[in-house]
């Protein structure tokens, strides 16, 4: 039983097999223990085939007779976990353990269980009783325990479980890609590339498209673009219609500034998946970028209309309307992507510009100091409070701003006059 509580592990019967042999050797004879193991096998099948009445009934026979028979007690167990009843479930798997200190079967029942209440903390102990008893299955165990302490941000003991999972070796690529993760979030982006480059190799020839899949957001995340590529395209290999495939290799392609192969698949992820918001917004903001306005907004619109429409999508349709000459419509739509996301410089840029083209220079000028304050090193917001100043007969900072864009270009900062993506383009 090595699996989640819902299932139990091919060789479950042979495990069984090796403890009931133990526990009734002194009380039953061959032929009587024969029929015990057979008697627990039918429970196990009926179990893996979600007979839990009958599974139930057989059960309640067995501990009328023994009712600390820790195998019948696991059993039970899982009946009341693949039931809901967690609580009762525990209570049983406790009382197995309890009376076999050697059964690893209720010890991982209950890492399951703990780990399904995202409590790692309870399932630690017996982790550690597992591993005495079978220290063969640290390489997975300690993966599990450790990403259950990810998922609570517990980063320290995330850590120290990961590297124990490694056990100064360089092969478990799950513990590798836990530390990615950890790595990534601390801000530390070159051991994070380190690690995920150390995954790579040892995923080459990986069959399972969620794990390629995962490697693949998280390659995203530190700027992998083309290794992010590489493993979703062996995941759309695996899975050829998988809409969540599609949007993250559409994503890491525009990463790449390759819109034309990028147009292909948000098209089609949305013959496959005609209301996901995130392909209409990607295939909006493409299609803006190759100046097809009146489908881009079209697109856009559509991904507004989602109800969780992101700010990213009220800046495009605002541009939009700037490019079709309606400066009142595209300031209503750069003011909803402003209040819902305060930060976001880009629309302060373009709301800006457009009041500063209605003359309404008091908010032009508020917009546009506030985006500089957000992004100093962004040319564009620069550029436009030259302009204003210049409108407003303030020629000494117009120049200053001038010579701000100049040290910028001399840095490497450019203008390119593509829209930029997303801040937070992840699928």
């Known amino acids: 039983m090595r699996r989640l509580l819902s299932d139990h592990h091919k060789k479950a019967p042979k495990t069984l097999l090796f403890i009931l042999c133990i526990l009734c050797l002194c009380v039953a004879t061959p032929a009587q223990q024969a029929d015990v193991v057979q008697l627990f096998e039918q429970v196990a099948s009926l179990i893996q085939n979600n007979r839990l009445a009958a599974a139930e009934k057989e ?24 039931q809901g009843r967690l609580k009762e479930a525990e209570a049983l798997f406790l009382r197995a353990a309890q ?21 790692p903390e309870k399932a630690d102990p017996y982790v550690k009783e597992i591993l005495t008893l079978e220290p063969e299955q640290a390489a997975s165990l300690l993966v599990m325990l450790a990403e259950a302490y990810l998922a609570k941000n517990d980063l320290p003991k995330a850590e120290e479980n990961y590297l124990a999972a490694l056990d100064g070796k360089l092969d478990n690529a799950g513990a590798l890609f836990g530390l990615a993760q950890i790595s990534r979030l601390k801000g530390e982006t070159r051991e994070a590339s380190i690690y995920l480059n150390r995954v790579a190799s040892l995923a080459a020839d990986s069959k399972s498209p969620e794990f390629l899949y995962k ?41 790449k500034a390759d819109l034309f192969e990028s ?34 907004r079209l697109w856009l619109e559509k991904s507004e209309r989602s109800g969780v429409a992101i700010p990213e999508v009220f800046y495009y349709l605002g541009l939009v309307a700037q490019e079709q000459n309606d400066d009142a419509r595209a300031i209503t739509l750069f003011e909803k992507a402003v209040q819902k996301l305060p930060s976001y410089a880009h629309a302060r840029i373009a709301l800006g510009s457009s009041y500063m083209k209605l003359k309404n220079y008091v908010r032009a000028k508020q917009e546009l100091e506030t985006a500089v304050k957000l992004d100093p090193d962004e040319p564009t917001a620069h550029y436009n409070l030259a302009l204003l100043y210049a409108r407003l007969k303030d020629p000494a900072r117009a120049q200053e701003e001038m010579r701000i864009i100049e040290k910028l270009k001399a840095k490497g900062a450019t203008n390119s006059g593509v829209v930029v993506l997303p801040p937070k383009s992840n699928p």
Do not use: C, W
């Open 215 to 255: 490697f693949a957001l998280e390659a995203l995340r530190v700027g992998m673009s083309d290794e992010a590529k590489s493993a979703l395209e062996r995941a759309l290999a695996l899975k050829p219609k998988e809409p969540p495939y599609l949007l993250a290799l559409g994503i890491a392609l525009l990463r």
């Open 99 to 119: 009376n076999d200190p050697k059964f690893t079967g209720p010890r991982m029942n209950l890492v399951y269980l703990y780990l399904l209440k995202r409590a």
């Open 263 to 296: 147009e292909k698949l948000f098209r089609r992820l949305l013959e496959i998946q005609p209301g996901n918001a995130q392909a209409q917004l990607h295939l909006g903001y493409i299609l803006l970028n190759q100046k097809k306005y009146g489908e881009a």
């Open 59 to 82: 059960l309640t026979s067995v501990l009328k007779v023994t009712p600390d028979l820790p195998v019948a007690l696991n059993f039970m167990g899982t009946i009341r976990a693949k």
